[in-house]
């Protein structure tokens, strides 16, 4: 069984542009997570999901962040107008429903020039 | 809600030597905990995790790691290190009952000396 797949690995904005960053989660997982690690530190949630719904965005900042899961395809973390402080490793995690543990996919690059 | 810290931002053993990664957490109850590692470039690999039961916990890659309530604790070890276990480890503590409430440590990073 595939894992959780996360694309692009790297990606390279200039600020002003928009990022999307896809997840993809281990099939039969309802459950969606966000991370993202800044450099030096350790991995911050951002927001949970399930299908079609937001259950916890407690960790997204305010503005310009955003997520969904839709019934259909892989989850989104778009970033809007990007600045050089969004340059971060994002990480994507899934869960089924039965289970607490999260399995993470290989992560996005986000390089903001 | 709960935190988890990890003392140790860096660590450098031999090639061999045995190995313990500290990991302390702040909870009410007991709640879930994990070890996950992280190869440079890398996504997180799960290495174990402690919902209830047997204190001492076996993983993959020959990592084990105890529960302590008593110093809220969930210390990693290995007892013979190898040049492929040089990565970051995340120690990270969820809440039972709320999937979305899990948190991490700043990290560890290793470093094995030949």
């Known amino acids: 069984n595939a894992g959780v797949m996360q694309n692009p690995r790297h990606l390279v904005r200039r600020r002003g542009q928009e990022a999307r960053l896809r997840c993809s989660p281990v099939?039969?997982?309802?459950?969606v997570y966000w991370y993202r690690q800044l450099p030096e530190e350790g991995l911050k949630f951002m927001v949970y999901l399930q299908k079609e719904n937001i259950i916890d965005e407690s960790g997204m900042p305010k503005e310009r962040f955003s997520a969904e899961f839709p019934k259909e395809g892989p989850s989104i973390l778009r970033i809007q107008q990007v600045v050089r402080g969004d340059s971060a490793a994002y990480f994507c995690?899934?869960?089924?429903?039965?289970?607490?543990?999260?399995?993470f996919g290989p992560g996005t690059r986000l390089l903001v020039l | 809600a709960q935190s988890v810290t990890q003392p140790d931002i860096h660590i450098t053993v031999s090639e061999g030597a045995s190995l313990e990664l500290r990991c302390n957490y702040s909870y009410g109850a007991t709640p879930y905990l994990f070890w996950y590692v992280q190869s440079p470039g890398q996504g997180l690999q799960l290495l174990l995790k402690?919902?209830?039961?047997?204190?001492l916990v076996q993983g993959i890659k020959g990592f084990e790691a105890e529960f302590k309530r008593s110093q809220s604790s969930f210390n990693l070890r290995k007892p013979s290190v190898h040049w492929s276990d040089a990565a970051e480890y995340f120690c990270?503590?969820?809440?039972?009952?709320?999937?979305?409430?899990?948190?991490f440590g700043a990290g560890t990073r290793l470093t094995v000396k030949p």
């Open positions: 099939k039969g997982h309802s459950h």
């Open positions: 990270a503590v969820g809440a039972p009952g709320s999937r979305d409430d899990m948190r």
């Open positions: 995690a899934s869960s089924p429903p039965t289970q607490e543990t999260q399995y």
């Open positions: 402690y919902f209830s039961g047997d204190t």
